[in-house]
Structure formats: structure tokens, C-alpha cells
């Protein structure tokens, strides 16, 4: 069965410093990733995909992911954190099956400390 | 978010009551989709269509009834709703070809049922 995993369900990191939000996924065939955000009381906002090409995806806000196929990873990364990334971070994969479904995680809750 | 547009963005309804959602999309998306995402729990994929055919009905109780008359518009009929049927619900839309494939949501309606 095709699936995605969020570890953690809340990351706290203090703001300036690094930060990463894991996503592990399991799919048939070569994946379609993708990371969305969402604010409070908002819909969800896409923010990058991996679909081929390079690993490492840069996308909207100063984040990237990279993608490690040996892993099945997709981890979200931002080299330094503002206050106002504090959100929802979902990853989702394209089902593979030709059904036009997306699998989404059950999000991670960022939180950035002043 | 102006790209999918939802309405009404609140709604509150009694248990027999009828009302309906409304979303419409203005990228040139074929495929659509209805979600329902609940305080703690994770995102759950109701429908899904694709060029105004539903290719995905997510074991949805026949309490709630999609209607996609074009690749534009998407209705959601809710009817003899019950408490727990209260979420947000979020529409999407996105592109089945290309190298698109993103979702892009709309801002969601929050659905309070008494």
C-alpha cells in the first residue's frame, strides 16, 4: 500500500537556527512529492515538488527538500527559521495507480521560538 | 488562494437541514477534489474527479453528494448531517498531465453542525 510517514508531530526550533521536518514515504514506481503549508484557518498552500531531475528542490519562503531514493526520504529544510514559518507542514505523494489521488501525512506541527 | 475559491467559508447547519458547498477554480485544472480535514486527524480524501468524471468516492456517506457539472465547478450537497460531520472542508484542484501535478486548495469552508 502506498503511504506517507511524519514522524514527528511537532518540531520546535528556535528562530535563525536551522531546521528540518522529516516526511518517509512508500510508493510503487518512481514518486511525485510534494510539501504544502498551512496557516490557521487556511487552506493548504503548496510550497515545493519533486517530481525528476536534481534531488535537492528549492521552493517557495527560503525552504528545500531533498529527495533520497535509497531512503524513501522527502525531508522539508530551511537554513534559517522566521517566527512567522510556524504552521502545518504536510508531505504528499501523487498516487501511482493512475487514480489522480494524493496520499497526504498527518502533519507536522512547526513551531519557531523568538 | 484566489486561484480556488470556496464558499461559503462559514457554515453552520442544523441536522436537517440542506445546504451546499461551493468551489470554483480559475487555473485550467481537470481535476478536482473534496476533502474533509478534522481536528486531529489526518487529511481525508473524500472525492475525486477528473475532466468532470468522478474517479474517486472514498466510502463517503451518501449524506454528502458531489456535483461536478465542469472542469471548473465543484458542489458539495449536504443533507441529514450529523455532529461529527463538523470540519473544514477543502477543495482542490490540479493538473493530471504535464509536469504540474501540484494541488492548489482553496481556503476551505468550516462546517459546524448542531
Known amino acids: 500500500a502506498q503511504s506517507v510517514a511524519q514522524p514527528e508531530d511537532q518540531v520546535n526550533v528556535a528562530e535563525g537556527n536551522p531546521l528540518t521536518v522529516k516526511c518517509t514515504y512508500s510508493v510503487s514506481g518512481n514518486p511525485y512529492l510534494f510539501w504544502y503549508v498551512q496557516y490557521p484557518n487556511r487552506g493548504l498552500q503548496f510550497l515545493l515538488k519533486y517530481i525528476t531531475g536534481d534531488n535537492l528542490v528549492k521552493g517557495s519562503y527560503g525552504f528545500e527538500a531533498e529527495f533520497n531514493k535509497s531512503q524513501t526520504s522527502f525531508h522539508l529544510k530551511k537554513p534559517s527559521a522566521l517566527v512567522s514559518d510556524s504552521a502545518l507542514y504536510f508531505c504528499?505523494?501523487?498516487?501511482?495507480?493512475?487514480?489522480?489521488?494524493?496520499?497526504f501525512g498527518t502533519g507536522t506541527r512547526l513551531k519557531v521560538l523568538a | 488562494e484566489t486561484g480556488v475559491t470556496q464558499t461559503p467559508r462559514h457554515l453552520v447547519m442544523g441536522m436537517t437541514n440542506k445546504k451546499s458547498l461551493k468551489c470554483e477554480q480559475h487555473l485550467g485544472h481537470n481535476a478536482m477534489y473534496w476533502y474533509k480535514q478534522s481536528a486531529k486527524k489526518p487529511l481525508e480524501l473524500m472525492f475525486v474527479y477528473n475532466f468532470k468524471e468522478q474517479t474517486e468516492n472514498n466510502s463517503v456517506p451518501s449524506r454528502f453528494s458531489p456535483e461536478c457539472p465542469n472542469s471548473s465547478h465543484l458542489f458539495l450537497h449536504l443533507h441529514t448531517l450529523q455532529p461529527e460531520d463538523s470540519a473544514l472542508y477543502l477543495c482542490?484542484?490540479?493538473?493530471?498531465?504535464?509536469?504540474?501535478?501540484?494541488?492548489?486548495f482553496g481556503p476551505g469552508t468550516r462546517l459546524t453542525v448542531t
Open positions: 504528499a505523494v501523487r498516487d501511482t495507480s493512475g487514480t489522480y489521488k494524493y496520499i
Open positions: 482542490a484542484s490540479s493538473s493530471t498531465s504535464g509536469l504540474g501535478y501540484e494541488q492548489y
